[in-house]
Each structure stands twice: as structure tokens, then as C-alpha cells.
């Protein structure tokens, strides 16, 4: 028979204590909430009044079933009132001799059928049970930060664990309104052994100054629609909780140096910079355990950057090519008031463009999004044409021909014999080093990347890219040009795949791995992403709307330009691409897409 859940404890008030304490009371649940002395009991308490206030700010809750919530819970210090508990889950500090030592407590003191949980991220379940004589009745029960908001539970069942004791628990996150995966024993179970490379990839870029702390978090909601940048995301973590989490994925994970941390992460925890909780980490926060970030050093000035570099003004621009980037780049200019003259490689391919540009437009008229005279007015702005010398007196060139290096040097020589002096020009290009491009014009200090992401009038993002060789004025120049079309730029030096993609592959890539090595299905990855840190989509789903093919050549870049062991393509990801399985254009990739 089932056991019922009527009492359960919470060990450690910290980030995830209080919030999965939160989660039970508010649940019907009564809970012994415990804490090691009495000021951080009454942080904890503090700490689940905060969020429960915050709740009935936002409607959420009522004052009454608020009281109630917390008259179900009984804070208290030290483990001797858990007693009772037909289930415990400790959630204190990242370290294996703690959470053992707490453990072999809690076998003493409670009830021979109590379930006892570890929140550990990177921990190994089962070294955690054997401190304690009920190994069987160990697990794992990893809940994600917000607890109360973030739905996802990942339930990690040892090789001791007995088969009910998993499906009582599954039974009690399923009246909790989780989902959750079942899952192994792994260092990092899915989201996180999927997230903290990443988490640590970001963290590297900044410390090296690739970019501001700003525009690597701004790149990954723009570009990718994450909640939250990475950064943000390691203040809301908690540094030290993230060193140790990445610590253990190192040392438990095959070594790989992705996760080994970046230095900085130690020297911030050394300083007491935790992130939220402690009111700094990569940004400074209103008070300790407040989510308002304020204004600190690094913070962009409230003056135009763009304007105090020296921005040259710009009225016409050029765009060449004639494949979706550049339909969509000649429609955002000419939308934003700019005139604009396309250079194609025939009449044909600008009656092309111009035709999806027009039917583009028009649906944003039939929507209501555009006035018909708008339209019209932007079609009129446009000059079409197979004539490169059409360029000569443009302010900008956005160059979004096909992806190959000598057809891309071959422009950029023949930009330097028509452009006058002065003309910023711009590639595309998602994968290739700019600074080939700027050489190969002889106006380096005039070049620099602008990456637009697809579909370009849709996506708020634009990548300003600088090489070595770069000037400030052409810089501030892309900025304020972004600016002026209604997108946000984030700037970064020339590497592979700048910010977004440099984040993104890797990520995907491991997620091919993880299914590769058959630890969890392509289905509970992507749930795992989606509900564990609200991404909008999950890898798989996602591979198969970029093209597994695009997946792979960017990996590839990634890894050719990084030599990073962990980057090199996940053999699956070769063999699908090989297989001609290339997502929803060929109508399978991960997933059939045929019959849907
Ligand atoms: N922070 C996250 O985003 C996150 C997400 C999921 C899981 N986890 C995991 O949850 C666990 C807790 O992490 P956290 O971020 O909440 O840490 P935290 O540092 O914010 O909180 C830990 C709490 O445990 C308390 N504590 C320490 N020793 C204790 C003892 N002997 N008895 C009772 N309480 C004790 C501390 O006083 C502190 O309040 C870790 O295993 C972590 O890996 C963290």
C-alpha cells in the first residue's frame, strides 16, 4: 500500500530549504523546518514570510490560506523534531561528509519508515545512503531554484533504492503539481550536468572580458529567450553553491575542464560576494536576499555610450545578398527609415526579395501591426539592384552573403575599391573571424560584425562584433545603428560563435551526448530544461527547428577554433546528420515531424 505524507522535514533554511519548504506547507503538508542555531532559523523563517508576502502581492494567495501555510509549519533548531516525519529532505551545503554526517542523524532519530531525501545537485546519492542503515530508502529529490515557481523535480533513485519508495515519492510530487523525471545516480542528473558548463563557459567570458557582465546575460534572453542571463542565474544560484556544484561535476564527471571552476568563481566566494544572498555576486542587489539589482561600478553609464564614441551618422546603407538574413536585414532598415540599396546577384533575386519582403510586410498591415502607408513608404526606400558600384555612396554596408570565406574576402576587397572613406561595414557572419574580412578590405579599423539573428525583423538581438583591429567610432557607430532599429546590441570580441552560439551548441551538443549515452530520453531532457529552468524550449526540440546540420558545422567551429575535448560533436549528432535526419526541414530529425 501507498504511505501517506502527512508530516515531512526540510534540513537547511538556505536558497532551496525555504523555498521547498514553502512548497509542502503550501500543499497541505505539515513541516518541522529545521536549522543548525537560531538565527539562521529565523533567516529561514524570514525568508518563507518574505515569499509568501510576495505571493499575496501578486494575487497569488490569500491572506488566509497565507496564515494557515505557516501555521503548518513548525521552525525549529537541531534534527530531534523530525521524529515524527514520514519523510525527510535535507537541503544544507554542497559537501558529502556533511550531508553523511547529517544523514547517519536522521537514520538515528526518525522512524524506521521514514524516506529520507537529498536536494544534493552534483552529490552521489548513493554515497550519501550508505551513512545511514535504510539505504533503500534513500533518494534523491532535486527541486529547482525558485522552488515554489520552477516545476520540475528530478527523483534520483540509487541501485539500493526499492522500487516503492521511488513511486511513493513520484506519487507525492504529482500532489505537489511537479513533474517530475526519474532519473540515476549521475553527477549532475540532467538539468544541471547540462546547465553548469554553461553557467561556467559565461562566467569564463567575462572574467576574460569577451563582454560585459550586461550583454552576456542580455544575449541569452534575447537571443535564446532564457528567463535569465547566466550570470544573473550563478547570483541567484549562489556562488558558493555553484563552485561546489561544479567542483563535484569535475571531479565525479570524467574531469572535464569545462567544469572545472573558473578561478574568479573561488575569489568571489573567498570575498563573500554569493550572489543574492548575500546582496553581491556579478551584480550588487538592494539588500542581501533582495532580486532588485542597483546601479555599482560597472553598471553602463546613463549617458549614450554610442553618442560620447564618436557615432558617424548613417542614412544609407547597403546590404548584399539575397538569402533570408539579408531579406530580412533590408526590411528592418527600410522599416526604420533608412534608405536602403540591396545588391543582389541578379534581377531575378531582388524581384525575389523584393516579392517575400512585400508579402513580409503586408501581413504586418493585415495584422494591424503597420500602417498601409508605412509599407508602402518602406517599399519605396529600397533600391534594388545587380550593380555592386550602387554602393559607392552609402554610410553602411551589411554584407549577408553565403557562409564561405573566399566569397566573403572576394566582397569585402572589391567594398574597399567602391565604398568612400569612412563607411562602417558590417558582416553577418555567424561562424567565420571577422577580422579576415576586415584585412581583406584595408580598412580594418572600419569592420565589424553585426550579427542579426533569424528572423532578423522579429529577434531583438544583434551582436556587434570588434576584432583587434576594430576602431571605437565604428563600434559606437553598430551600437547606435541598433539602437535606431529597436534592437538591442550586446558587443564581443571576434571569437567562434561570439556570445550566443559559443553558449548555446555546447549545451545542445551535451544534450546529444546525454541521450547518446542513454541516460534519459529525448522527452524528459527536454522536460527537465523547459520546467527545471524555464527554458522556452528543450534541446531536442530545439535542434530540430535550427537544422541538426547547422548544429553540427557551428560544433564543429567551436571545437576547431577551442580544441576543447568537450566540445567535439557528439558522434550522434554525425550520424543523424549523415543519415539526411535534419530536423523539421527534412522532416525528421530527433523527433518524426512527418505525421504531426
Ligand atoms: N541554489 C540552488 O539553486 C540549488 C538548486 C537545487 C539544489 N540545490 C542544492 O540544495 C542544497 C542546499 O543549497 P542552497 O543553495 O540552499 O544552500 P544555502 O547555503 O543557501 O543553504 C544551506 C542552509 O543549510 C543550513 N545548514 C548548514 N548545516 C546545517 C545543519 N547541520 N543542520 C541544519 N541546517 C544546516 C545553513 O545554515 C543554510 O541556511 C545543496 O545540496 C545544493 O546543491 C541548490
Given at each position: 500500500m501507498a504511505r501517506q505524507f502527512d508530516t515531512v522535514g526540510v534540513v537547511g533554511l538556505g536558497t532551496m530549504g525555504a523555498g521547498i519548504v514553502e512548497v509542502f506547507a503550501r500543499n497541505g503538508l505539515a513541516v518541522v523546518a529545521v536549522e543548525v542555531d537560531d538565527a539562521a532559523r529565523e533567516r529561514g523563517r524570514a525568508t518563507v514570510v518574505a515569499s509568501t508576502d510576495r505571493a499575496i502581492a501578486r494575487g497569488k494567495l490569500s491572506a488566509r490560506d497565507r496564515d494557515a501555510l505557516l501555521d503548518r509549519i513548525s521552525f525549529e533548531v537541531g534534527l530531534d523534531g523530525l521524529a515524527g516525519a514520514d519523510l525527510v529532505v535535507e537541503a544544507v551545503p554542497e559537501h558529502l561528509d556533511l550531508k553523511q554526517r547529517i544523514f547517519a542523524d536522521l537514520d538515528r532519530i526518525c522512524k524506521p519508515s521514514a524516506i529520507l531525501a537529498t536536494n544534493t545537485s552534483s552529490l552521489s546519492v548513493t554515497e550519501i545512503s550508505v551513512a545511514t542503515g535504510r539505504p533503500n530508502q534513500v533518494l534523491g529529490i532535486h527541486f529547482f531554484n525558485p522552488a515554489p515557481i520552477m516545476r520540475l523535480v528530478e527523483v534520483v533513485r540509487s541501485v539500493v533504492t526499492a522500487p516503492d519508495v521511488v513511486a511513493d515519492v513520484e506519487a507525492l510530487c504529482a500532489r505537489l503539481g511537479k513533474t517530475d523525471v526519474t532519473i540515476t545516480d549521475?553527477?549532475?542528473?540532467i538539468a544541471n550536468a547540462l546547465l553548469f558548463g554553461y553557467l561556467n563557459h559565461a562566467v569564463s567570458m567575462y572574467e576574460s572580458h569577451y563582454a560585459t557582465r550586461e550583454d552576456i546575460d542580455a544575449a541569452m534572453k534575447l537571443g535564446c529567450g532564457l528567463p535569465m542571463g547566466p550570470l544573473a542565474l550563478m547570483d541567484l544560484i549562489g556562488l558558493d553553491t555553484a563552485y561546489e556544484i561544479l567542483d563535484t561535476m569535475y571531479r565525479r564527471g570524467?574531469?572535464?575542464?569545462?567544469?572545472?571552476?573558473?578561478?574568479l568563481i573561488k575569489q568571489m566566494v573567498t570575498a563573500g560576494l554569493l550572489g543574492r544572498k548575500s546582496g553581491r555576486g556579478f551584480y550588487t542587489y538592494?539588500?542581501?536576499?533582495?532580486p532588485v539589482v542597483v546601479p555599482d561600478d560597472e553598471t553602463p553609464g546613463a549617458t549614450d555610450p554610442a553618442a560620447a564614441d564618436g557615432a558617424r551618422a548613417i542614412a544609407k546603407v547597403g546590404v548584399v545578398g539575397s538569402g533570408t538574413m539579408a531579406t530580412g536585414i533590408v526590411e528592418v532598415f527600410a522599416k526604420s527609415g533608412y534608405e536602403v540599396v540591396s545588391v543582389t546577384r541578379g534581377d531575378e533575386k531582388s524581384a525575389q526579395m523584393r516579392e517575400t519582403m512585400t508579402a513580409s510586410l503586408t501581413k504586418a498591415v493585415v495584422r494591424g501591426k503597420l500602417a498601409e502607408a508605412d509599407r508602402d513608404a518602406a517599399l519605396a526606400r529600397v533600391t534594388w539592384t545587380s550593380?555592386?558600384?550602387?554602393?559607392?555612396?552609402?554610410?553602411l554596408v551589411v554584407e549577408a552573403v553565403v557562409e564561405e570565406l573566399s566569397v566573403k574576402k572576394a566582397l569585402f576587397a572589391n567594398l574597399d575599391e567602391i565604398c568612400k572613406p569612412g563607411v562602417v561595414l558590417a558582416t553577418t557572419t555567424s561562424?567565420?573571424?571577422v577580422i579576415e574580412c576586415a584585412v581583406a578590405s584595408n580598412r580594418a579599423a572600419d569592420v565589424v560584425g553585426l550579427h542579426f539573428f533569424n528572423p532578423a525583423p522579429i529577434m531583438p538581438l544583434v551582436e556587434v562584433v570588434r576584432t583587434i583591429r576594430t576602431s571605437p567610432e565604428a563600434v559606437a557607430t553598430a551600437r547606435a545603428v541598433c539602437a535606431s532599429l529597436g534592437k538591442t546590441a550586446v558587443v564581443c570580441a571576434d571569437r567562434s560563435g561570439f556570445i550566443v552560439n559559443a553558449l548555446l551548441f555546447p549545451y545542445l551538443n551535451d544534450a546529444v551526448k546525454m541521450l547518446e549515452a542513454s541516460y534519459s530520453t529525448a522527452d524528459d531532457i527536454d522536460y527537465a530544461m523547459k520546467l527545471g529552468c524555464g527554458y522556452p524550449m528543450g534541446p531536442f526540440e530545439l535542434l530540430d527547428v535550427v537544422g541538426l546540420d547547422v548544429a553540427l558545422s557551428i560544433q564543429r567551429e567551436l571545437y576547431l577554433e577551442l580544441r576543447e575535448p568537450g566540445f567535439a560533436p557528439a558522434p550522434l549528432l554525425e550520424h543523424l546528420v549523415t543519415a539526411g535526419y535534419l530536423g523539421r526541414k527534412t522532416g525528421r530529425g530527433f523527433r518524426d515531424h512527418t505525421s504531426r
Open positions: 549521475r553527477a549532475g542528473f570524467g574531469r572535464d575542464r569545462r567544469h572545472a571552476p573558473v578561478p538592494e539588500k542581501a536576499g533582495s550593380a555592386i558600384e550602387h554602393l559607392a555612396d552609402v554610410d561562424s567565420l573571424p
